[in-house]
C-alpha cells in the first residue's frame, strides 16, 4: 500500500521504517528542513521502560497543589479558557485513581519492553550509532516518603517483566560514584539495568537516512494544512508546498504522528483525542570534570529530572508546563534545572554554558499512547507519547506496520480499533 506519515520525529520516521520493512511505498511529510527538529531534538536521552509510573498517580493531585503557586515546579499548570485543556485536566483526575493508575503501568511496561526489544534489534541490524550507552538507569530519591512510596509500582513492574531493583543509598552510589558529594541526602532509590540511554535527534536523523537509502520518500518543508474526509476515510491531506502552494497529498493509508498537534489537525474531520501539550524543557552542558558527572543515566525523582550522558555533553531534562501551544522558554524553569543539577553533581560540568531548550510533549491523561486504527479507516494514530516518545517510539512504529498490514502486533497493548490480544506476554529485551 501506498502509506503517507504526517511528521517526522522520532515517532513518525521509526513508524515510516517499520512500514517501509513491511514492504509498504511510504512518503513522510514534515514541516521542518530535517527530521526531529522538534521534540525528539533535545529531549532528555532516556530509553527508559521503567520509568512506567504516569505522572497521573493516587499522589499527584496532592503534590500538584503544593506547586501551584511555584514558577519552577516539577509539573505547573497554567489554567486557559480553553475547553481542551479543562477536559484533559478532568480526565488527568480520574487517571489518578489507584485502578487506573495500575492499568496505566501494564500498559507502558508492556509497549516499553516490546519497544526496547525492537530498538536492539534495529541497532543490531543497522549498525546505526547515537551515542548510546547500556548501563542501566538509576532513580534517586532524596526523600524518605517518596522513597518507600516507590516500592509498590517498582514490584508492579516486576510482575510485568522489568527488573527494577530497590537500592540503599550506599549501593546508589556504588552504581553511580559522581553521587558521592550528595551521599547524605539520599534515601534510597531503583536501578534497572537493562534500560538505555542515547540521543534522540541523532538516532532520528540516522534512521531517516536509512530510511531514505531504503525507498521512504521524505518530504520536508511540508505543512500539514488539513485532513479531508469523506464516507468514512480519508481522502487526502492537504499541504502546503516548500514553494508556497498548496497540494492534496493522496495514499491508501495514513498516519498521524504529529505530535502535540495531532488533536488540533484531527478535530478537523470530527475526531477528538485527549492529547494536549506539556512543554518540557532541558539544557545540555559540556561535561568539565567527567568523575564528578554521571555516566548512568538518573532520575532525580524529587524534581521529576533525568540525566543522560552524550558524549562529552551532559543532557539534564525534565518538569511539565500545561500552557497550550507555547513554546517560548522560561528562563526562571530552566536556571531551577541548571540550580538542582549543580546540586547534585557540583564541578561535573560548566553549568554557566547551559544551552536550554523547550519543546512540546504530545501527553494523554494517563501517558498510555494512541496507537492504531481511528473511526476514519484508513487513518491510523500513533501519538500522545508524552515523555516516552523516545522509550516507545520503535514499539509503535513496528506494532503500527503490523496493524497497517492488517495483523495483530506480538504485544499486549490497548490498541485503537481492535479487541486488545488475549494470552500474548510482554516482550523482554
Known amino acids: 500500500m501506498r502509506v503517507l506519515v504526517l511528521g517526522s520525529g522520532v515517532v513518525g520516521t521509526a513508524a515510516a521504517w517499520y512500514l517501509c520493512k513491511a514492504g509498504h511505498e511510504v512518503t513522510v511529510v514534515d514541516r521542518q528542513p530535517a527530521s526531529g527538529l522538534e521534540t525528539s531534538f533535545a529531549n532528555g536521552g532516556q530509553v527508559s521502560v521503567s520509568h512506567a509510573e504516569p505522572w497521573a498517580n493516587p499522589h499527584a493531585p496532592a503534590t500538584i497543589l503544593k506547586w501551584l503557586a511555584r514558577e519552577d515546579a516539577p509539573l505547573l499548570f497554567r489554567l486557559r479558557a480553553d475547553p481542551a485543556q479543562w477536559s484533559w485536566v478532568l480526565r488527568f483526575l480520574f487517571e489518578c485513581l489507584p485502578g487506573r493508575t495500575r492499568d496505566n503501568i501494564v500498559q507502558l511496561v508492556n509497549l516499553g519492553l516490546y519497544s526496547r526489544a525492537a530498538l536492539q534489534a534495529l541497532r543490531a541490524e543497522t549498525g ?53 558529594a550528595v551521599r547524605h541526602r539520599i534515601a534510597g532509590g531503583t536501578y534497572t539495568p537493562a534500560d538505555e540511554s542515547g540521543n534522540a535527534w541523532m538516532f532520528t536523523d540516522a534512521l531517516a537516512k536509512l530510511a531514505a537509502s531504503r525507498g521512504v520518500s521524505f518530504r520536508y518543508g511540508t505543512d500539514v494544512l488539513r485532513l479531508l474526509a469523506a464516507g468514512g476515510r480519508l481522502e487526502g491531506v492537504c499541504v502546503r508546498q516548500p514553494e508556497g502552494g498548496e497540494e492534496t497529498l493522496r495514499a ?3 498516519v498521524m504522528a504529529l505530535g502535540s498537534y495531532s488533536a488540533r489537525m484531527l478535530r478537523g474531520v470530527g475526531i477528538r483525542v485527549p492529547v494536549y501539550p ?64 549543580a546540586e547534585l553533581f557540583p564541578g561535573g560540568a560548566h553549568w554557566a554554558l547551559a544551552r536550554f531548550w523547550a519543546g512540546l510533549r504530545p501527553a494523554t491523561p494517563g501517558n498510555v499512547p494512541l496507537i492504531g486504527r481511528s473511526r476514519l479507516g484508513n487513518l491510523f494514530l500513533d501519538t500522545g507519547h508524552g515523555t516516552l516518545g523516545w522509550t516507545h517510539a520503535c514499539g509503535s512504529g513496528r506494532a503500527l506496520a503490523e496493524l497497517v498490514s492488517g495483523r495483530v502486533p506480538e504485544v499486549d497493548f490497548r490498541f485503537l480499533g481492535q479487541e486488545r490480544p488475549r494470552a500474548l506476554k510482554p516482550q523482554a529485551a
Open 128 to 180: 546505526i550509532r547515537y551515542e548510546h550507552l547500556e548501563r542501566g538507569i538509576l532513580h534517586v530519591y532524596t526523600s524518605q516518603a517518596e522513597f518507600e512510596a516507590a516500592a509498590a509500582p517498582a514490584e508492579l513492574m516486576r510482575r510485568h517483566g522489568v527488573d527494577r531493583q530497590i537500592r540503599t543509598a550506599a549501593e546508589c552510589v556504588a552504581i553511580e560514584p559522581a553521587l558521592d
Open 252 to 254: 491508501d493509508a495514513y
Open 278 to 341: 506539556a512543554k518540557g524543557y532541558s539544557i545540555t552542558v559540556p561535561v568539565a570534570r567527567p568523575e564528578r558527572a554521571p555516566s548512568v543515566s538518573l532520575t532525580d525523582d524529587a524534581h521529576k529530572l533525568v540525566f543522560s550522558r552524550l558524549g562529552d555533553q551532559l543532557r539534564v531534562a525534565g518538569t511539565a508546563e500545561l500552557t497550550g501551544w507555547n513554546t517560548e522558554i522560561n528562563r526562571v524553569r530552566c536556571q531551577a534545572i541548571v540550580r538542582r543539577a
